[in-house]
């Protein structure tokens, strides 16, 4: 089959690691970005020789060479792109979440399904081997029916700054909208049950200036599923020791934990603090072959007319549960979702 | 100072450690035990050469020799028991909790207030050096001030069967009273804040047959403190690894957990299981030393006309927050908690 | 830049590895391949979409198409295919050793260094990116001046019977030479220092049949290097606990330790058999990442007209001591090793 | 039973942790102790409420109330002390080694064999909870035949001044004698194997002063057993991260590690330095049980008139290999032990 052609769409942290793992793919071209900055264009078409940079959105997709395009915008411009680009007729990759207001995501999910083009979600925790590796067993009854899964989404407190810059001009959607939809999706995907309840607090006490800007520095949601099975997430934006992603599962059987220490390797040190593994401080660390992994099975989709696991509904539904924390949040109370099915 | 003379009252399982940690110590005498099962009395009596045995507690307590009980029968029966060692001038220790219902717990704590002599509850996880060296952590400021307390506590499946037996002809008073208990009293301590609200939730999917003893296999509690801290408690009857005692705390500058897993010792064996850390599979074990130390003080305390630090209001607002979660599992809801001072 | 095409010599499963690798890089062609079983060769060739398929090397060299050849072949033929491949003015990626006979190795250092190819020796280690963690570490002097290091290459026992078919046809060249090559290649990378004199020893505790193939299953290597620190390796075939590869630099100032245990991934499984860490079962998925690596490093060798790190004289002196190392087994003795310069 | 009155000679570090526990135990009596610097003495008779003190050890045991003298006196005096002990109709308990001289370890053991008292030799790792576990799993078969023993005794570099002090003026007699002797007598015991051959090496990196003292701050020695099994240990006193002892033994099936990390207690620490595991910095907290365990031991023979599992013989037989050890490190060959038997 012919090259693939792909534009990359916001080349902030996250979007330049997606450019380098699409430039780095054979049978894939790295065609075009578009970005606001276009200095960061500019040094990024000449590090992956690339053909067109854009500073808006709305003319790249005009680009008749583009097979897909790679979304990495803030989060309040995802339904508009996402809907300008399967009217292009272009395959869509799009970091999570699918938007920030519930409406204008259910709104979405009829656009969506009723294209023809692959739409794919970006929850790279599902392309984790670690992450797999667990599901496999929870999936095989190795640890019997799930009773309690608890979740952790720590970044570490050197992203702080870039934070509050960013959520000085964009809202990010609060902490659970932001970070927590990860700990979501995989609560869903591992119980295969939805959330019903939940009861959300939280606090400002190690980054107060947050609360200007209505945002908390570490947030936990205590949540109830349709099974019976009990979840608790917690977020925050203040850890002093790394990218600290956790995820505990008991079941009736037996537990397990994914990543119970954020290792940065196998590397054991003893010095005179004692005996320490050295933690990773980044996603991009953390998840980095998770990344590769996810746009590859982009590109097996789009080549093999396939769909991705993650679809739009479980974007739909990971917003619903991260707008009720929210709510609970805001209003002190437990919140009961009800879904539109 | 003369020789201190104890008598231990119950001959379960935790009672029998008493009575051996007692008849080990230097300047302590084990003079009498009493406890309904004769036979169990007069091992125990040839084992410790001990001089007297009864079958009822109110006899016990008539023994002039005596300076001290240690109360181990079952929890129902605490209240009474205290408040009748009391009365005969004798110091008392007594396992958690003080009672099982409020009302009676609250009615002793001026009992207990206005005797001088020693009380001490047995919380026996602040004697552990473990959670001691964690509470010195906090308390000189290590990892900043607490945002997040998670403690588990998760009983071996070996114990099922027997503690099925006991809820049968006795209440335990519910998951959190018997068990999370000792939790709540961690994070009391380690926080120095009250609990005010609670939202509890549990399931037997572990064990159905608990349903008809109107018991959970495993049940957790989200708290919200005054001071605006979280906690998360979890107490399970199921687990297959072993008795698993863990807290964690998430403070704003930096974060601890104690015994994240249940080792037996410091052995790790490679064999075609993988890496394997041996666990430990009962609470004697765990805290063995715990158990020894806090009857080193309760002696302390009667030689040097000294207050235990755990006193009978630790008993009581642990009890209450206990109650207030068995309240919150049962009618589903968030629940509130009004302390009288 | 064009496209650089490569034949892969030898598809045995390191041969696999290295062709699925090379058949994914961007920028590259796996243009042919070369094996004696022609059966694997159209798999691999249906499979990567090869131009060429030989069941002669000698036949494949002669493809003037290719830029390089990547040598996988049993160690014994290594001196000849790099011979012929350098002739043929190809680029050489060679699996270690460059040959089992030291003479042989000897005589291929003038050959390499008078061409002008790129050769390439196959210590993947030196690409792993715990082990370059480590080498950094060491370099900024974190941990000191190195006083001992240990190594160890333990193979799973699940490998057992493949290899007594291989030595049963091949010479192995001994353990030393076959397993503990890599680690001494460490040795002399971290240390930067030769070794002078070894003690090695071994038997045949778990596999008795090994003697008659003149093999032991496990072997031991302690050495004195020239700037006075102290080495001892172990190499095994019966693990049964999975592939371990672990290095420990005990320095003046602090030690460290790669990979203690042989982690498969960030599980923990608590289950009825204790706290178990799985484990990696095959140097495939351990060092998977370094294979993809070293070729890279090859390729960009090539491209920048550069010389790799390790060179044909690494070869040399670890095929040295390897050579002494099985020497002090046969003679059961402490061997001085008398390098040429 | 009456009372049992014991002696304590030598109130260094570890006398003074002899003498709290005997001070401790339940029907023993600390009845006096001997040391040179009165003032240590007068101390600790306030401390314990001891009857004598003697700055002499000849006139300590002159005293007719004893029953038992436990010997920590600097190691060269040790023969003469129990020597005097025995004929004096004393039990012995006696820190490792017997002595420091061959011959005259060699000498004691008719007159310890033809003595009717207890001698009990201070091999407290053989009281450790886990080096008794690894024990019981060995024995058992869990791990099958043992191929290889690593066992490492690092202490702290904290330590250092004090042991150069000590070293100044008495003779230490090196470190294998002085340290690794309890890494030896472990090989034995594991084993149930003599050791034969011995090469060790050492270097003074970390402390470059101990040259003009004849000691050496890291040493190793690689040995081979009678039963074919081989053995690797190392001792230092520069250890930046604790006091670090372990042993690993490696079986046909399957491999075990004690104590890979010198853990002091159950508790993780995550901050900025990554992630830590406190650890233990003096062989007092590691092996504070053990001490405890092999004086109750001790007790217990003389109370049952028992003969303790540790004898002279193992103080012998641990005594020559350290001398070998000592001899290939001053001697840098392979050293033959020569047992008569």
């Known amino acids: 089959m012919d090259t693939i052609k792909i534009g990359v769409a916001g080349l902030g942290r996250l979007g330049l690691i997606h450019a380098h793992n699409i430039a ?7 065609t075009a970005v578009s970005n606001l900055d276009n200095t960061v264009n500019q040094q990024t078409k000449e590090k992956y ?41 272009l395959h869509v990759f ?25 739409f794919h979600l970006g929850f790279m925790r599902r392309y984790d081997a670690d992450y797999m590796y667990a599901k496999d067993m929870i999936d095989r009854g190795d640890i019997g029916e799930i009773s309690i899964i608890r979740s952790y989404g720590l970044d570490p407190i050197e ?18 909208s932001d970070m927590s939809i990860h700990d979501i999706d995989i609560i869903r995907w591992y119980t295969g049950s939805e959330i019903k309840q939940v009861w959300a607090m939280g606090n400002n006490k190690a980054a107060p200036s947050l609360s200007e800007l209505n945002e908390v520095d570490i947030g936990t949601a205590t949540m109830k599923l349709e099974n019976g099975a009990i979840a608790f997430v917690a977020a925050g934006r203040t850890a002093n020791h790394g990218y600290h992603v956790e ?21 054991t040190v003893f010095d005179n603090n004692g005996v320490i593994r050295p933690t990773s401080q980044n996603f991009a660390e953390r998840f980095r072959e998770s ?40 209003e002190e109370r437990l919140v009961e979702i009800q879904y539109e099915r």
């Open 94 to 118: 799009c970091e999570k979440p699918i938007g920030l207001d519930i409406n204008e995501v259910r709104n979405m999910i009829p656009v969506i399904e009723q294209s023809n083009k692959v």
């Open 291 to 330: 990344y590769v992994k996810e746009i590859e099975e982009f590109v097996r989709c789009i080549r093999n007319n396939d769909k991705p696991e993650v679809n739009a509904w479980d974007g739909l539904r990971s917003t619903e549960v991260a707008a009720a924390c929210q709510t609970s949040l805001e």
């Open 24 to 30: 780095g793919m054979k049978g894939v071209e790295l």
């Open 49 to 89: 020789d690339i053909s067109y940079t854009y500073t808006a959105y709305e003319d790249m997709i005009q680009n008749e060479e583009l097979d897909a395009v790679c979304i990495v915008t803030p989060s309040g411009f995802h339904p508009d792109h996402i809907y300008k680009a399967l009217r292009k007729n």
């Open 159 to 176: 992203g702080l700054d870039s934070f509050v810059k960013y959520a000085a001009k964009n809202t990010s959607g609060g902490i659970f």
């Open 247 to 267: 995820t505990e599962v008991i079941g009736t059987e037996g537990m397990l934990r994914i990543a119970a220490t954020p290792d940065k390797n196998k590397v």
